[in-house]
C-alpha cells in the first residue's frame, strides 16, 4: 500500500470512495467535506491524504488545523472524515491512514490532535474523551462522547475550557 498527498486529480476517486463506504443520507455531507477540503486553504495547512493498492485510491483522510482560542502556543488539528472503499475495509488501511498522519503531525511538532467518531475505533490511535473535556467543540455535538483527543507534545493549558475553532468546511452543525 501507498500512502500519498491527495490533490484536486483525486476529486472523483475521493467521491467513490465515500459513496461506498457511508450510507445514502450520511454520504452527501462527508464526501462534499472530503473534496471541499481539498481546496481548503490554511495556515498551517490542511492535509488530505491517499491510500493506495496497486494504483487505485481506496483510502482518503483529512486533518486540518483548529485554532484553540486563548492558547496561541498551542498548535492542533482535527482528524476529519476518513473512509476506506467498502471492499477494502478490515485490512490496517485505516490504521495505516491514522497513524500515517499522526506522525506527520508529530514530526510538524503539533500539540493535540481532536476527533469526533466512535471512540472504540479511535482509542486504538491514543485518541480519548477526557483528553478532549476542556476542549469545547465548534458546534453542538449530537453524540458529546464521540469528542476526543490525542496530545502528541505536551503544551501547557489554562485550565480554564477552551473553544475550538475549525475551517470553514468544517463549520457545518450538520457534521457534528
Ligand atoms: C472506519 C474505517 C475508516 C476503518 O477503516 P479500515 O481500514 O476498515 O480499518 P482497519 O482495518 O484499520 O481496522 C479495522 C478494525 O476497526 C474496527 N472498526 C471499523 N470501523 C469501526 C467503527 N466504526 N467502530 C469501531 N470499530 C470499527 C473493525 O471492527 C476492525 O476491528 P478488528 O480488526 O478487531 O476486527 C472504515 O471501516 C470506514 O470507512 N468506515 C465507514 C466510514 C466511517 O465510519 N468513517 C469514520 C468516520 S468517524
Known sequence: MNIRIATDHDREDI?????SAFPKGEREIVTKLAV?????????KTISLIA??????????AFSPVRIDDSDHCRAYILAPLAVQADCQRRRIGSMLIEYGLRQLSVAEINIVFVYGDPKY???F???AETA?????PCELQYPFGWQAVVLKECSGRGAPSTI????SLCDPELW
Do not use: M, Q, W
Open 133 to 137: 473535556r476542556n476542549y469545547i467543540a
Open 165 to 168: 475553532t475549525c475551517v470553514r
Open 52 to 61: 493506495e493498492v496497486d494504483d487505485v485510491v481506496v483510502g482518503h483522510i
Open 122 to 124: 479511535y482509542g486504538r
Open 36 to 44: 471541499e477540503l481539498l481546496s481548503e486553504k490554511t495556515i498551517p
Open 15 to 19: 467521491k467513490r470512495i465515500y459513496s
Open 126 to 128: 491514543g485518541f480519548d
